[in-house]
């Protein structure tokens, strides 16, 4: 497979690292170009993949695979998006868990590179994304919106990247705005709902790899969208997809309905 373009993955050696490593190993288009993780780790001194760097400087990365998939941490990916937009290099960011200052950092380092950025790199969750709004906007206020997620019990942020995009896409539909409308903890004499909230619930343990689900619950009936992942190739997947769309595209922040055209 000759002129594959090389990759940077960022957080080579975690869960989505390695689904990554795997599926570039017989990619048609992009091939494993470097390795990217935190200072410290254990493969900066050795024992990570042989034959392409592993480094924790991401320009060091970035200078010999300039294309960057990124599934990291919040402050990581603020550091990666500063040393792709110095190369104007592609940059897709997988990470989830940006409070609001982070994102606007994140937004401001990334200026000049070509930004794909998703809380979920899936198919079906970007088509549950594009149901969630119009099924929203179809019904009236007499339905509840909830949106419930789980994962593994590894996962460090709550609500879900994906949990996070589904509920903008209700507030959307809705015409309102999720910072507003949504209800993210519920606990001890909380209250009736209160009308028009979005609430979200979050369940971890063992290796859920996740699972979403959008309900509409009105009186008399109820309407739930679900979506269950089982198998982290389907984000690498995705990412990758997203990687190969962005060579050559004109700097800016994209996202994966643009890469999915839906
Ligand atoms: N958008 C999507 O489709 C998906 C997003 N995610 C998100 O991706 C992120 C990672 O998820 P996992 O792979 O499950 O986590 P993980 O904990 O298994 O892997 C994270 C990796 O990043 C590395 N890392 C941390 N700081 C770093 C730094 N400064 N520079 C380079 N590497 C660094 C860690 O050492 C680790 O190897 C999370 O935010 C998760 O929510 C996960 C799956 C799908
Ligand atoms: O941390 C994970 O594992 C996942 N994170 C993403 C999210 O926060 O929604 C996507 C997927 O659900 C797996």
Not at 85 to 103: E, K, P, Q, S, Y
Not at 122 to 132: D, F, I, M
Not at 185 to 201: H, K, Q, S, T, Y
Request: aromatic share 4%.
């Amino acid at each position: 497979m000759p002129d594959r373009t090389p990759v940077t993955v960022a957080g080579a050696s975690g869960r989505m690292g390695a689904a990554l490593r795997t599926l570039l190993h017989d990619h048609p288009t992009l091939r494993l170009g470097a390795c990217l993780e935190r200072s410290g780790h254990p493969w900066l001194s050795g024992g990570g993949p042989q034959g392409v760097p592993v480094t924790d400087d991401p320009a060091a990365a970035l200078a010999v695979a300039p294309v960057v998939v990124d599934f990291t941490a919040p402050e990581a990916s603020v550091a990666i998006a500063r040393a792709a937009a110095a190369r104007g290099a592609v940059h897709v960011i997988g990470t989830t868990g940006f409070d609001a200052d982070t994102l606007a950092a994140l937004v401001a380092a990334g200026q000049g590179a070509v930004s794909v950025r998703a809380g979920n790199m899936s198919l079906g969750v970007n088509l549950l994304v594009q149901l969630t709004r119009r099924v929203a906007a179809a019904l009236g206020p007499e339905f509840d919106i909830e949106i419930i997620e789980a994962h593994h019990r590894a996962k460090r942020d709550a609500p879900s990247g994906t949990a996070l995009m589904l509920g903008e896409a209700a507030a959307e539909g809705r015409g309102v705005a999720l910072d507003t409308a949504a209800e993210r903890a519920r606990d001890g004499l909380c209250g009736p709902r209160a009308d028009g909230a979005i609430g979200f619930a979050v369940v971890r343990g063992g290796d859920i790899v996740g699972e979403h689900d959008v309900v509409f619950a009105g009186p008399g009936e109820r309407i739930v969208l679900r979506h269950m992942a089982t198998d982290r190739t389907i984000f690498a997947r995705g990412a990758l997809k997203a990687a190969d769309w962005a060579l050559g595209r004109p700097a800016g922040d994209y996202d994966m309905l643009d890469v999915l055209g839906i």
